[in-house]
């Protein structure tokens, strides 16, 4: 066994007490709240990504898709803690954000020891920088968007159906997670829109033009046609429920396939 798939598999681990953790909740064997054993699985849970992370693109910016995963993980995870600690109902996203992120880190886990092949580029290194960083920041942030958007879905069902269930008590309440997803969504577009134009920038230093006709760049100015269609929509019609949920989901695949998908058909597909 590899070195990289001991440290992958042991990154992987990490997220595994705080993916069960809301579900203990949830069954009533252990009480609801942020207590001090939900601050360690949560710390526990974005220490694992972000060191291995760290290792990975350490001395150089990988371009493979473990990579692309991982560091997508510790950026949800950091951005997550933080918003825990600084808001009141961001914590109870817990039981669709590290279930799904522990599918992600699985996919990365099994993709893992595979050709990382180093990242190339005319442009000055700190442009780069900038630009990988708002990116990934970018799809942190619509990660948790979708999240609460899928929280704002099972509440109003719940509520419509009048059959509460014990998930929909844990997630935040209907109003909250209206107000989550707008932030998120608005903060996406903002870091979005950075990362649209220091891409531009890194492009026209390297080959002298603004846009290059290629799958990421049409995926990611549509991502930003629908999240910006999407806030117009809201902030005139307050739209919500399926259809916003819908809309929010369309914006996140979109930006998937801009970001890790190009990686997967690259880094896997035609390998």
Excluded at 238 to 263: D, E, H, N
Aim: aromatic letters at 8%; proline letters at 5%.
């Amino acid at each position: 066994m590899s070195n990289s798939l001991v440290f992958s598999l042991t990154a992987l681990l990490t997220l595994v007490p705080a993916a069960l953790f809301p579900f203990r909740s949830i069954a009533g064997t252990h009480g609801q709240g942020r207590t001090p054993a939900f601050w360690g699985a949560l710390l526990l849970a974005a220490t694992g990504p972000v060191v291995w992370s760290a290792v990975q693109v350490g001395a150089r910016w990988q371009t493979g898709l473990t990579a692309a995963l991982w560091v997508t993980v510790a950026a949800c995870m950091v951005l997550f803690v933080m918003l825990s600690v600084l808001t009141r109902s961001v914590w109870r996203l817990t039981p669709l954000l590290l279930p799904y992120l522990l599918v992600v880190a699985s996919l990365a886990t099994a993709t893992a020891g595979g050709r990382e092949p180093a990242l190339h580029g005319g442009a000055p290194s700190l442009w780069i920088d900038i630009h990988i960083g708002v990116s990934v920041v970018t799809y942190a942030l619509l990660t948790l968007a979708s999240m609460a958007s899928l929280a704002a879905f099972l509440q109003d069902r719940a509520l419509k159906a009048k059959r509460p269930t014990a998930l929909t008590r844990f997630l935040p309440p209907m109003r909250d997670s209206d107000r989550m997803q707008v932030r998120l969504l608005g903060a996406s577009e903002a870091v979005l829109g950075l990362g649209l134009a220091t891409g531009m920038a890194v492009l026209h230093y390297e080959q002298g033009i603004l846009l290059r006709p290629d799958h990421k760049t049409l995926f990611s100015f549509a991502t930003f046609a629908v999240i910006g269609g999407l806030l117009f929509v809201h902030a005139r019609t307050g739209i919500r429920g399926r259809t916003a949920t819908r809309m929010i989901l369309i914006a996140y695949l979109l930006l998937t396939l801009a970001y890790p998908g190009v990686k997967f058909v690259t880094s896997v597909l035609m390998s």
